[in-house]
Structure formats: C-alpha cells, structure tokens
T-cell receptor
Framework: DVKVTQSSRYLVKRTGEKVFLECVQD?????MFWYRQDPGLGLRLIYF???????EKGDIPEGYSVSREKKERFSLILESASTNQTSMYLC?????????????FGPGTRLTVT | AQSVTQLDSQVPVFEEAPVELRCNYS??????LFWYVQYPNQGLQLLLK??????LVESINGFEAEFNKSQTSFHLRKPSVHISDTAEYFC????????????FGKGTSLLVTP
C-alpha cells in the first residue's frame, strides 16, 4: 500500500515563526501536492511539484513556499506564520502515467498559529 | 477551468434510509471525477472514481455514483446507510493543467442517526 506520512498531526506555533511541514511518500511517486482544508471551503491547492526541485503555484500560494530536494519528500514552509494560516494541511502524491489521477493523502497536520 | 459544486453542506438521515449527496461539475474538457470520504479525525480516503467507461461506478461499501454528462452531475448514492457512514464527503474533479491536482467541492457532512 502507498503510504504518505506527515511529520506532525498537531502543531502549535506563534505568529511570526517560520514553520516547516514535512511530507514523505514511500512509493516513488513523481507528483506531490499540498492542500489546506478549512470548514466550509473544502480543500484548496497551495503548491505542487512534479519532479525534484520543480514546483508550481496552486491557487493560494501567498505566505507559503515549498521545497523538494528528494523525490520522496515535499516540504511546506510558512515563512512567517500568521493566525489566518491556522488550518488543516494535507499532503498528497500521485505517480505519473495512467495511474496519475488517483491521489493518496497523508493524515494531515492541524496547525494552530497563536 | 474545472470546478465542482456540492449542493448540500449537511445531510441528516436516519439509519437504513437511502441517501443522495449531490455534486455538479463544470469543465470544458474530459473530466475525471472522484468522491473522497473523511471520517472524524482521519485523512481523506478515495471512495470511488470515474475515469472513463461505465457511467455507474461503485465502492466496496455500498456507495455508487453516476456520471451524467448531459446534467454535468456526479451524485453519490447509497440505498441504506449505517451509523458508520457518518463522515464528510468531498466531490472532486481532476485538473490536467495542474499536475492532475484536484479541485474539491466544499464538502457535505453526512450525519446518520438511529
């Protein structure tokens, strides 16, 4: 089974801190994604990556950056955390080729910024 | 651009009753449609998907969805629900121009009561 893991289930940070959210997948998937989930808004795409060192902005990239130095790891960085970044963050991955449509999600990190 | 609209934010239903969760999509290209489920305090799990072929797709736990191109819909149905079906359900459409990321609806909360 594909496994996508995220470094923390719960995280509490202070306003202005630099925050790193880590995501690791174990199935050699090329594509990786970061979403944030908010009540009543569903999931929204922050960034995605289709290869090592490659990244593309999603719909709401402001205030975030990403890093993909290794194929299995995709990090989301909050340069200076703000209270409006309190949310659930979900990482996902997919392979390339014919199976690329199905996304595998990690358990999520619930981030609270105080 | 591909998008989905979930028409109901909450659906309360009694155990063993039938249920329909509605989803409409908009897309100018071929669509790939998904239903994901999120049980309380858990990550997203794929429930079923439509990529091509038969317009009726089924999940292993009794849910089904029908792709209706003329009505641009992908409604989720179950003839008899269980308490354990209580969860948040998300309809999603694939975004070919964004690495096959997903555009999600805002979610429908299904609450099954005895």
């Amino acid at each position: 089974d594909v496994k996508v893991t995220q470094s923390s289930r719960y995280l509490v940070k202070r306003t202005g801190e630099k925050v790193f959210l880590e995501c690791v997948q174990d199935m050699d998937h090329e594509n990786m994604f970061w979403y944030r989930q908010d009540p009543g808004l569903g999931l929204r795409l922050i960034y995605f990556s289709y290869d090592v060192k490659m990244k593309e902005k999603g719909d709401i990239p402001e205030g975030y950056s990403v890093s993909r130095e290794k194929k299995e790891r995709f990090s989301l960085i909050l340069e200076s955390a703000s209270t409006n970044q309190t949310s659930m963050y979900l990482c996902a991955s997919t392979p390339s080729g014919t199976a690329r449509y199905e996304q595998y999600f990690g358990p999520g990190t619930r981030l609270t910024v105080t | 651009a591909q998008s989905v609209t979930q028409l109901d934010s909450q659906v309360p239903v009694f155990e063993e009753a039938p249920v329909e969760l509605r989803c409409n999509y908009s897309s100018s290209v071929s669509v790939y449609l998904f239903w994901y489920v999120q049980y309380p305090n858990q990550g997203l799990q794929l429930l079923l998907k439509y990529l091509s072929g038969s317009t009726l797709v089924e999940s292993i736990n009794g849910f089904e969805a029908e792709f209706n191109k003329s009505q641009t819909s992908f409604h989720l149905r179950k003839p008899s629900v269980h308490i354990s079906d209580t969860a948040e359900y998300f309809c999603a459409v694939s975004r070919p121009n964004s690495g096959y990321a997903l555009n999600f609806g805002k979610g429908t909360s299904l609450l099954v009561t005895p």
